[in-house]
Structure formats: C-alpha cells, structure tokens
C-alpha cells in the first residue's frame, strides 16, 4: 500500500544506520563543537579577540536599550524559562527511559539505553550551543585587552605603611561622607532612585579613560535577589540580553557601588578586580554623594582586608579613624552576609561559586571568585605617588 502525506509525517522511516537514530542530536552537537573551535581559536590571538569584541559589543548595548524597555528583567524570564525548561526535560525523559525499560520487560519493543542516550546527547548539545553562545557574546572579553593594558595603569604593591596611609585615607573620606546621605529613623542609609541616577556617572572618567566613554544601559534589581543573596552574589550583568542586575535585598549602602561594577561590565571591563576598582573611582570623582560615600566604603573594605592581613595592629589603627556612622554600616553589611552562614546556604553557595568559578576558569581565570584583592593594587597605583 502507498503511504499517504498523513503516513509519512506520523510515522517516519527510521534514518538509516546506527548513528541515524541521533541525528538530529548529533549535528546539533557537531555544531556546538565547530562554533567553539573557531571562538577557541579566536580566542587565542588577541587582535581576533579584540575584533569580536568589537563587533559584538553595539549587539548587546542594542539588545541591552531594547530589554530596558521592559518594566522588569529579561535575563530572569531567561533564566526562569530555562531553569524550567531543564527540570520538565529531566523529568519527562526519566520517565521516557523507565517507560522504555519497562516495555522491554513486557517483551516488546523498547529500548531505554537508545532513548537515555538520545536525551544525553540532546542535554549535551544544548549545553554546548549555550557555552559557545557565552563565549561569543562574553567569554571572548576575557582574551581581549584588560582595563590595565588599555589605560597603561598596572597594579603596584604596596609597603604596609603605604597601604595604611591609603586605607587611612579611606576611613576619612568615609567618615566625611556618611553624615551627607539620607537615612532613615534608625539611622540606616536610605537614598532613593539610585537607579535612575546611575547612568552618566562614568563621565568623570571620559577625559582620562576615552575607550570608556559608552553611555550604560540602566540597571535594574533584580527580583530573585533574596536567592542571589543566598548563593553568594550581588549582581550580575548577562551578555545575552545586554543587562545589569544588582541585588536590592543586600545592604543598599553598597548598591550604588554595585550598579557602577556591573556598568564597568558594560564597558566590555571582564575582570573583577578591574570592575571594583573602576567602581570606587567612579563613584568617587562623579557628583552624587550617595555613590561617592558607596565606593569610598568599598574602597575601604578592600582595603581594610588587605591591611588586616598585613598588619592587624595599623589595620586598627585605620579602623579607629572611622565614623560611628560609616562603623554602623559596616556592621550591618557584616551582619546581613553572616545570615548566610548556615550549612544549607553554605552549600548552595559553595555549588554556585564552583559554577561560576568553572565557567571563568574555562576562560583561563584562575580562583576567580578571589580575584578581588587584586582591585588595591590598582587604587596602589592610581591614588599614591610612584615608587621612589
């Protein structure tokens, strides 16, 4: 008998051979691999990787001014669909594989090792299509040139003396400018439409940093901040719809602070240290003072760690040329992370930070998730004289 359409369409001829059967799988998986090899490759000579960036750097800052359109964060829709997504497919080919075996027991036709490695390979492929799709759209910045070789300005180290003189300075400056912000009745920082007032705030460093010079994308908070708290995070910037999120349940005496370091992202700024410190810069010289107070308290905190693992004795002597406002605010910070601190949050924390630390070190960065102290040999450099 001749098949009709309605036969053909319902009922395929299984491909030919072995590999047939996966062959959807499998080309989509080839695919993966190419893309990867050709971005690998790029990625290994930094005039090519300098090249991509460039092109698609005014991709995201587009999809970025089009995201900002909506009254809330495409990146989560991302992440909440794909989350999602990956849970239905998990559950739906364990049952596939278990209603597979237990045909095969009956005697009929049933085959769970093909149907469990069809889906592996269609997990497989997936992944790979979404990894070459972050390396092209981000990873890619991690081989281009750094904020230090852009602007010539190299990390120096510091005696203790000098880093005291600096973190001292810090304390100051804190201290100065804890009294200028808004609070509340309990005394807790309190500024309002931090976010409007985001955008812009990089001018100061126009003249001194020129390839800087990009209008940012406003950010946005996020709304799983309460679990991005808990695994460890206080923003986030997502190559794939050009946005910024930073987390609103943290402290918001740091978020002002936040939003400069995920607009440094923006400015195709890769490396942490380097964001931090573009952050504190920023935040200082720009003519907001609830930014100007958010970046000096970071500043200081960078600082801080580093002194009190040097010395703990001028560490304390920095400490107590802080402010009983800016010493609250601290406190509170401390406070807040140390919620945190329970053997559940702890492990998720734990597994986020090895994802994260995996997907960067992928990328040839090494103990990425410490990679933040490095930010004071950059304040080293720009804040004190040279050596000698």
Same mark, same amino acid.
């Given at each position: 008998?001749?098949?009709?359409?309605?036969?053909?369409?319902?009922?395929?001829?299984?491909?030919?051979?072995?590999?047939?059967?996966?062959?959807?799988?499998?080309?989509?998986?080839?695919?993966?691999?190419?893309?990867?090899?050709?971005?690998?490759?790029?990625?290994?000579?930094?005039?090519?990787?300098?090249?991509?960036?460039?092109?698609?750097?005014?991709?995201?800052?587009?999809?970025?001014?089009?995201?900002?359109?909506?009254?809330?964060?495409?990146?989560?829709?991302?992440?909440?669909?794909?989350?999602?997504?990956?849970?239905?497919?998990?559950?739906?080919?364990?049952?596939?594989?278990?209603?597979?075996?237990?045909?095969?027991?009956?005697?009929?036709?049933?085959?769970?090792?093909?149907?469990?490695?069809?889906?592996?390979?269609?997990?497989?492929?997936?992944?790979?299509?979404?990894?070459?799709?972050?390396?092209?759209?981000?990873?890619?910045?991690?081989?281009?040139?750094?904020?230090?070789?852009?602007?010539?300005?190299?990390?120096?180290?510091?005696?203790?003396?000098?880093?005291?003189?600096?973190?001292?300075?810090?304390?100051?400056?804190?201290?100065?400018?804890?009294?200028?912000?808004?609070?509340?009745?309990?005394?807790?920082?309190?500024?309002?439409?931090?976010?409007?007032?985001?955008?812009?705030?990089? &001018?100061?460093?126009?003249?001194?940093?020129?390839?800087?010079?990009?209008?940012?994308?406003?950010?946005?908070?996020?709304?799983?901040?309460?679990?991005?708290?808990?695994?460890?995070?206080?923003?986030?910037?997502?190559?794939?719809?050009?946005?910024?999120?930073?987390?609103?349940?943290?402290?918001?005496?740091?978020?002002?602070?936040?939003?400069?370091?995920?607009?440094?992202?923006?400015?195709?700024?890769?490396?942490?240290?380097?964001?931090?410190?573009?952050?504190?810069?920023?935040?200082?010289?720009?003519?907001?003072?609830?930014?100007?107070?958010?970046?000096?308290?970071?500043?200081?905190?960078?600082?801080?760690?580093?002194?009190?693992?040097?010395?703990?004795?001028?560490?304390?002597?920095?400490?107590?040329?802080?402010?009983?406002?800016?010493?609250?605010?601290?406190?509170?910070?401390?406070?807040?992370?140390?919620?945190?601190?329970?053997?559940?949050?702890?492990?998720?924390?734990?597994?986020?930070?090895?994802?994260?630390?995996?997907?960067?070190?992928?990328?040839?960065?090494?103990?990425?998730?410490?990679?933040?102290?490095?930010?004071?040999?950059?304040? &080293?450099?720009?804040?004190?004289?040279?050596?000698?």
């Amino acid at each position: 008998m001749r098949k009709t359409i309605y036969d053909i369409i319902t009922h395929p001829a299984p491909p030919p051979g072995r590999l047939g059967r996966y062959r959807p799988q499998l080309i989509a998986l080839a695919a993966a691999l190419v893309l990867l090899g050709l971005l690998r490759t790029v990625c290994g000579r930094k005039v090519l990787a300098n090249g991509l960036t460039a092109l698609t750097t005014p991709v995201k800052q587009a999809l970025g001014r089009l995201c900002a359109l909506l009254p809330f964060s495409a990146a989560e829709v991302c992440w909440t669909v794909g989350v999602l997504a990956l849970i239905i497919f998990l559950l739906h080919s364990f049952w596939t594989v278990c209603l597979e075996a237990a045909h095969a027991l009956q005697g009929r036709a049933g085959h769970p090792l093909r149907a469990l490695l069809r889906r592996a390979l269609t997990l497989l492929a997936a992944g790979g299509l979404v990894y070459a799709a972050y390396t092209l759209t981000w990873g890619v910045n991690y081989y281009a040139d750094t904020f230090s070789e852009r602007s010539g300005l190299e990390g120096r180290e510091t005696t203790d003396e000098e880093l005291y003189q600096l973190t001292a300075a810090f304390a100051v400056r804190c201290s100065e400018l804890a009294g200028q912000v808004e609070r509340d009745a309990d005394g807790n920082f309190c500024e309002e439409d931090l976010f409007a007032r985001s955008v812009g705030l990089y &001018a100061a460093l126009y003249d001194e940093f020129p390839f800087l010079e990009r209008t940012e994308v406003q950010a946005k908070p996020m709304f799983y901040s309460r679990l991005m708290s808990v695994l460890g995070f206080t923003g986030f910037y997502f190559s794939f719809t050009g946005e910024s999120m930073v987390n609103v349940d943290a402290p918001a005496v740091l978020v002002p602070s936040t939003i400069l370091h995920e607009y440094a992202h923006q400015k195709n700024v890769a490396l942490e240290d380097e964001c931090n410190f573009l952050a504190i810069v920023a935040g200082l010289q720009c003519d907001d003072v609830a930014f100007q107070y958010s970046s000096a308290l970071l500043g200081y905190i960078h600082l801080g760690n580093a002194l009190y693992s040097a010395d703990a004795s001028l560490w304390q002597e920095a400490y107590s040329l802080l402010g009983e406002q800016a010493r609250a605010d601290l406190m509170e910070n401390n406070a807040y992370w140390a919620q945190f601190d329970s053997p559940v949050e702890e492990a998720m924390e734990t597994a986020a930070t090895s994802i994260y630390s995996g997907f960067a070190e992928s990328f040839g960065q090494e103990d990425v998730m410490h990679s933040y102290g490095a930010c004071v040999d950059l304040l &080293a450099a720009y804040y004190l004289p040279e050596e000698g």
